[in-house]
Nanobody
Framework: QVQLVESGGGLVQAGDSLRLSCAAS????????IGWFRQAPGKERVFVAA????????GYADSVKGRFTISRDNAKNMVYLQMNSLKSEDTAIYYC????????????????????WGQGTQVTVSS
């Protein structure tokens, strides 16, 4: 199994920045791609961004392109989500997840492509 723990959420104002962290442990030797998803109240969980350990390939949802940056620290088994120019519509619980595969494809946009999930961290953006 892979254990994932998110941190870094909080309450910020529109236009502010926030960095989320995802600590991975357990059977990480398979180097699964790591994704960030978010779920707003009353809405489905949706893809935000993903990154591979192997080749540092990244993917983003259109709604966050140019504002969010995903990165990883292989030595620390950490994945980060830098969120800039936050908007009220970014308010959600943010989850990191370990994918079934090491490489990214179009399937990584779907939550069903991920095996393990963290408990989530709340991000609230006030306007």
């Amino acid at each position: 199994q892979v254990q994932l723990v998110e941190s870094g959420g909080g309450l910020v104002q529109a236009g502010d920045s926030l960095r989320l962290s995802c600590a991975a442990s357990g059977r990480t030797f398979s180097r699964p791609a790591i994704g960030w998803f978010r779920q707003a109240p009353g809405k489905e969980r949706v893809f935000v961004a993903a990154i591979t350990w192997i080749d540092n390939n990244t993917g983003y949802a259109d709604s966050v392109k140019g504002r969010f940056t995903i990165s990883r620290d292989n030595a620390k088994n950490m994945v980060y989500l830098q969120m800039n120019s936050l908007k009220s519509e970014d308010t959600a619980i943010y989850y990191c997840a370990a994918a079934k595969t090491a490489y990214l494809s179009s399937t990584n946009y779907y939550s069903t492509s991920y095996d393990y999930w963290g408990q989530g961290t709340q991000v609230t953006v006030s306007s």
